[in-house]
């Protein structure tokens, strides 16, 4: 499958842990930084994970700073991402589940390596279940009732 991943620096070792472990697992992984532990701002690499992922680049995006929110209010400015931030493996599982998050966010300062790897493959390997989460969703879009 191909993601984007996107982090900045307090989420970047996180990232380069959730990059080799899903290239070794055969993913296309398009890294759009940051690429070390200097100092930059979140709002940039949220929205090119968000970019990526709404004009259909890749098929999903991962996103992690220090707290893993800042990124993921970033990624969620992009029309058309769903960024859930998770801090559990049932609420990875969930937001694919119930909100069919197209981007996965999470904190590098929240979270260890190996909740994290547990997290994405819950998020990965599990099916949204349409039907009434399909009209929830579809109502995001369109949030002038
Ligand atoms: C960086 O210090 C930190 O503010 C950032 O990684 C993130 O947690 C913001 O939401």
């Known amino acids: 499958m191909k993601i984007v991943m996107g982090s900045d620096h307090a989420g970047y070792e996180l990232k380069e842990a959730i990059k080799e472990k899903l290239q070794n697992e055969g993913h296309e992984i398009t890294d759009v930084g940051c690429y070390s532990t200097e100092s930059v701002d979140y709002p ?47 609420q990875a599982e969930m937001t694919k589940a119930h909100n069919d998050a197209n981007v996965l966010c999470m904190g590098g300062r929240v979270v260890d390596k190996e909740l994290a790897f547990e997290m994405v493959d819950a998020w990965m390997n599990t099916e949204f279940m349409g039907d009434k989460h399909l009209r929830r969703i579809n109502e995001l879009e369109d949030l002038d009732f």
């Open 44 to 90: 940039k690499y949220g929205h090119a994970v968000g970019k990526a992922v709404a004009s259909g680049e890749t098929e999903r995006g991962i996103a992690i700073c220090g707290t893993g929110i800042g990124i993921s209010i970033a990624a969620n400015k992009v029309p058309g991402v769903r960024a859930g931030l998770v801090t559990s493996v049932w």
